[in-house]
């Protein structure tokens, strides 16, 4: 019983760690921010030079939060990146599969369209208190082809069986 209770609340506190790093202050230090939030899922450096950490709560969380660091290392920012906001910065045939990366961080996942030549990645996200799949999708020229978000009523609040 004592170690269901002490895996749950590890597991919570880890759920819990990347959302402690919103408050953490600009300058913020890359260790203390690793202390605070934990290891990223992903790391990259994006197109203008900053070092970006990925915290995704998938498969079934909807946010990805980022730490964005300047290129001293300090903390730039801390953001949730799934928002319906940085979607609308996706426009097909312009925007591109290293840009999305970079905006949301990695998938939940990806993946080759049958009888299309398209790779799709799923974004699992929360719009409006609704859960949708965020689905863009890519040509093998690395152009997003398609984006739109995907509704599933089945996690609608009164849907039946639920």
């Known amino acids: 019983m004592k170690l269901?209770?002490?895996?749950?609340?590890?597991?919570?506190?880890?759920?819990?760690?990347?959302?402690?790093?919103?408050?953490l202050p600009q300058g913020t230090s890359m260790a203390e921010v690793e202390s605070t939030m934990g290891k990223?899922?992903?790391?990259?450096v994006d197109a203008a030079g900053y070092t970006v950490w990925f915290y995704p709560s998938g498969p079934n969380g909807r946010t990805t939060y980022a730490a964005r660091f300047m290129p001293d290392g300090r903390l730039l920012n801390v953001e949730q990146r799934l928002t319906k906001e940085n979607m609308a910065r996706v426009v097909p045939g312009t925007a591109t599969q290293q840009q999305v990366h970079e905006l949301f961080g990695p998938p939940w996942m990806a993946y080759p369209l049958p009888f299309k030549p398209l790779t799709e990645w799923d974004y699992r996200v929360l719009v409006d208190n609704r859960y949708f799949d965020y689905l863009v999708r890519f040509s093998d020229d690395g152009v997003v082809r398609e984006a739109y978000l995907l509704h599933d009523p089945i996690y609608d609040v009164g849907a039946k069986g639920n």
């Open 4 to 23: 269901a209770i002490l895996a749950s609340l590890t597991f919570l506190t880890a759920c819990a760690m990347p959302f402690a790093g919103r408050n």
């Open 40 to 44: 990223p899922g992903e790391t990259l």
